[in-house]
């Protein structure tokens, strides 16, 4: 059923691929849309996305908007709730590429959404940005090539060895000195479901590859409370580090559980930002790391992400769990504008070539680029609060290469 709606959803649209270059530049407006889960089971990282494309929106149209030629042009923003039900995801992507023909979207926060809305969204050529590190699957130098069938589709996340790498680095060296003794064993926890699965396939690579043995993943299904079954395999396991992986809310939950029982002397929790942990007054006998996607707006020492959050939390936004997902948008609504500028039109076409030749200052980044597959690189945020409290942040570089 989903097949043949998605083949339905991208013969329909092909009509319509070149239909909304025309309409756009007779108007004083682009419109751009948002999709992304503000109900349903991943609100807490849903929320982030129209969080953080309102703002850079709000931000260029208050400087005067974006300049195209000789015209200047307002962005209007239209927010879709998928729910967190792909089938929500596919009719809104369609509702905003045929009938409002929107110029982009952004979202969703979730890979088998993202691919299915990339379905209606390159068939039309609307330029795509989302923050899904498992779009390596599909993004290649082929497949992003003019004609290629995800040529429109941008990975506005680094590729997930990278951010794997750089978390698992970052982990480890700020756990080791508070531990007080080398880490050897490491046992991952994580949400049974298809995001879960692939990004844990890759953050135990990178755990090997900072010399970790990891006898187990433990996988429980995704509205588990009670976590006691699976601390307690993990504890059999006798770990010098227990890491909470994907799922921020799940990993809250799950915590306070594996303080009790005493699992492991020190643990990771992955999509955790210690603005969280300190605004909840929650706290550990033992050393605690967090890491934040990409960057954490309650402990940071990137000046420009403080700047970044007092604005973001000013216009509305919630402190959530995971706020700093936002950052996997809000850069990329100044990218795109930036891009329309240097193309001198709307044209997709002509966009994308902007968008693979350009240099963007961003807040993750001074130097946003995409490589030859559409993906960009940037450091990852570490903290780690110490018994007692103190927090301790670093921003740790992506390895260069995938380990083997």
Request: charged residues 20%.
């Amino acid at each position: 059923m989903r097949s043949l709606l998605l083949r339905s959803a991208s013969a329909a649209l092909c009509l319509a691929a070149s239909a909304y270059s025309a309409s756009a530049q007779d108007a004083d407006t682009i419109k751009i849309g948002v999709v992304a889960a503000e109900s349903g089971a991943f609100v807490s990282a849903g929320h982030t996305l129209p969080a953080g494309v309102g703002l850079a929106v709000k931000e260029i149209n208050d400087a005067g908007g974006v300049k195209i030629g000789d015209k200047t042009y307002k962005i209007e923003l239209l927010k879709r709730d998928d729910r967190t039900d792909i089938a929500t995801a596919i009719a809104a992507t369609q509702e905003l590429v045929r009938d409002d023909k929107v110029a982009a979207i952004f979202g969703s926060e979730s890979h088998d959404f993202t691919l299915a809305m990339a379905k209606i969204t390159q068939p039309a050529k609307v330029i795509h940005f989302a923050g899904n590190s498992t779009l390596a699957k599909v993004l290649n130098p082929q497949s992003v090539a003019p004609g290629g069938e995800d040529h429109y589709l941008f990975q506005s996340e680094p590729q997930e060895f990278q951010r794997s790498g750089s978390t698992a680095r970052g982990v480890l060296s700020l756990l080791t000195p508070l531990v007080g003794h080398p880490l050897k064993k490491s046992v991952v926890i994580v949400g049974n479901d298809a995001t879960g699965q692939f990004l844990t396939s890759y953050y135990v690579k990178a755990l090997k590859a900072e010399g970790q043995e990891v006898p187990e993943v433990i996988a429980y299904p995704p509205d588990t409370t009670d976590f006691s079954p699976f601390l307690t395999r993990a504890k059999s396991l006798n770990p010098d580090v227990v890491h909470f992986w994907y799922n921020g809310d799940s990993t809250l939950t799950a915590l306070p559980q594996a303080l009790e029982l005493g699992v492991a002397p020190s643990y990771f929790l992955f999509g955790v930002d210690p603005g969280i942990w300190k605004e909840r007054g929650l706290s550990a006998d033992v050393p605690v790391a967090m890491s934040c996607v990409p960057i954490c707006w309650g402990e940071s020492s990137n000046a420009n992400a403080k700047t970044y959050f007092s604005n973001y939390f000013a216009a509305g936004a919630p402190k959530g769990v995971t706020s700093s997902v936002s950052l996997l948008y809000y850069d990329y609504v100044h990218f795109l504008a930036d891009a329309w500028e240097k193309a001198g039109t709307l044209d997709p076409d002509a966009t994308v070539a902007a968008l693979e030749s350009m240099h963007h200052k961003g807040v993750v980044s001074d130097d946003l680029s995409f490589n030859a597959s559409h993906q960009v690189t940037h450091a990852t945020e570490v903290c780690a609060a110490a018994p007692g409290g103190a927090i301790t942040c670093a921003m740790q570089q992506p390895p260069a290469e995938a380990p083997n």
